[in-house]
């Protein structure tokens, strides 16, 4: 768990289906689980089912005007890989949305997202090279793949075969939760130095 502090810090969490609990009562999600695990925190949940890159990049400057946060988590991509867009238009939209996040004064973590392989192994490993170039020459956050751990297990998934099922979320609740803290806790970090340089 993260220690409270004197600075609680405000999570943005902008994604697809996976995020948005799809299938799934809201509060049986992942991102309830975020919640619970840091009460002291305040993680708004800006997920929307079917979303895309282009989707998120369009809704983002209105999320970051209404939430104003610390930390935005961007977990996209999926459906544009399902429809075959471009990886490089997938590219080009989270650059974007990085720096509009990061113009904000928010910390970014990105969440990599990656496509069955049924689709080419060409197409499959261009998708994948679009979050480690974002990684690197975004210098964000890179958060691997949490539907790796999932979705091999039919028991953890629901029948159309693409989405978690309730018995996986505190899964992936405890899968992402190290990499929240850390964020949170650079987030207070940087906070306390603001404090004390205007002082």
């Known amino acids: ?3 409270v502090s004197s600075h609680a810090a405000t999570l943005l969490i902008v994604g697809d289906s996976l995020g948005a609990s799809y299938g799934l009562n809201e509060k049986d999600g992942w991102v309830e689980g975020l919640r619970k695990a840091l009460p002291e925190h305040t ?7 079917g979303e895309t890159s282009a989707g998120g990049l369009r809704r983002l400057p209105a999320l970051i005007d209404s939430a104003a946060p610390d930390i935005v988590l961007i977990e996209l991509g999926g459906n544009d890989g399902l429809r075959g867009f471009p990886p490089q238009q997938l590219q080009n939209n989270l650059t974007k949305m990085i720096t509009l996040a990061k113009q904000s004064g928010a910390q970014v973590m990105l969440s990599e ?5 049924n689709y080419g192994s060409r197409y499959e490993k261009a998708f994948v ?6 990684a690197q020459d975004s210098e964000v956050v890179l958060i691997p793949f949490f539907m790796k751990e999932i979705a091999p297990h039919p028991e953890l998934m629901q029948r ?12 992936i609740t405890e899968f992402m939760l190290p990499y929240i803290e850390k964020a949170l806790n650079g987030a207070n970090t940087t906070a306390k130095a603001n404090i004390n340089s205007n002082n």
Not at 43 to 49: A, K, L, P
Not at 113 to 117: K, L, S, Y
Not at 129 to 134: E, G, H, I
């Open 160 to 171: 159309d075969g693409i989405h978690p099922n309730k018995q996986a979320q505190p899964k």
């Open 43 to 49: 993680i708004i949940n800006g997920s929307v089912s």
């Open 113 to 117: 997202v990656m496509v069955p392989p």
């Open 129 to 134: 090279d679009v979050y480690q170039t974002l």
């Open 1 to 3: 768990m993260v220690s």
